[in-house]
């Protein structure tokens, strides 16, 4: 069985729009991301679009003038400010509301390791605070948004560490207390190996696989896995066949783009989403 989704970040400038794409051409719906959408001259030196909707106005403030304390912040004042974050902004609430009926979803946030060194840069203050507020701040948006989910639906969520380096020192990528949620990780590089990944206790593993090596133990690598196998910038549909060739017919997939295709354009998409769509049928 194969199914498709996305990696999150798409180019259109509605939700309504992106909703309406990703239920023609995905068989599993993705909260969209839309960066187009955002308003970039708002936003700290080398900090993403998308960042300004995971952020307080207070924490936004403090980062736009490199002041630190927000990294010395309890727990208990972490939670306080996540709770001002409107999910309505986020486009939880909408996309929950729209896709309600489907039985599967995937949500994906950005990972702790990427939030970090975005503070980091910004504000150049120190690696290992920047890594526990990341952690703290996420883990408390992370179970806002899942409290808001229906019971009845499978979760996928994953946190998108799309260039950053897995190390010892990364934190559990899971959270307690949601049984219908299956937690993991996307990053773009193709570089990290299975140890890599494992030493995050994440149980999904988003990854490009389109320079990916064939071996006998292809089928293994393929378990628990978001298989990305487009590149948006090329869709070579013959390289990503053979590749789902190699596979046993019996391996269920579940195929996506390598990265989000929200710097594209729409056509673009299209053309991406068209493709994955057409490799589901064949």
Not at 18 to 25: C, G, L, T, V
Not at 140 to 153: F, K, W, Y
Not at 180 to 203: L, M, P, W, Y
Not at 255 to 281: F, H, R, W, Y
Request: with cysteine.
């Amino acid at each position: 069985m194969i199914q498709t989704t996305g990696i999150g970040g798409l180019p259109f400038k509605h939700q309504n729009e992106a909703f309406d794409h990703i239920e023609s051409y995905y068989s599993i719906p993705f909260l969209p991301e839309l960066p187009s959408k955002s308003q970039d001259n708002l936003m700290p030196p080398l900090m993403p679009p998308f960042m300004q909707r995971i952020l307080t106005p207070t924490l936004f403030d403090k980062i736009a003038t490199s002041n630190s304390d927000f990294l010395y912040w309890p727990k208990e004042r972490i939670r306080s400010e996540v709770a001002e974050i409107s999910l309505t902004s986020l486009g939880v609430e909408q996309f929950l509301e729209r896709f309600f009926n489907h039985s599967v979803i995937k949500m994906q946030l950005i990972g702790p390791h990427c939030l970090a060194s975005l503070l980091k840069l910004n504000g150049k203050y120190d690696s290992v605070k920047c890594q526990n507020f990341a952690r703290l701040w996420l883990n408390e948006l992370a179970q806002r948004i899942l409290q808001s989910c229906q019971p009845h639906q499978k979760i996928y969520f994953i946190w998108d560490e799309p260039i950053i380096g897995f190390d010892a020192a990364s934190p559990d990528y899971s959270i307690d207390n949601f049984s219908s949620v299956r937690f993991g990780i996307h990053c773009c590089d193709r570089t990290f190996s299975e140890t890599d990944f494992k030493s995050n206790h994440a149980q999904i593993y988003s990854v490009d696989v389109t320079e990916i090596t064939q071996s006998p133990d292809i089928n293994d690598y393929c378990n628990n896995k978001f298989l990305g196998v487009l590149d948006p910038q090329s869709i070579n549909i013959a390289k990503a066949t053979k590749f789902l060739a190699s596979l046993n017919e019996n391996t269920p997939l579940i195929l996506t783009p390598s990265c989000g295709t929200g710097n594209l354009t729409i056509d673009q998409e299209i053309a991406v989403a068209s493709a994955l769509k057409n490799l589901q049928m064949t």
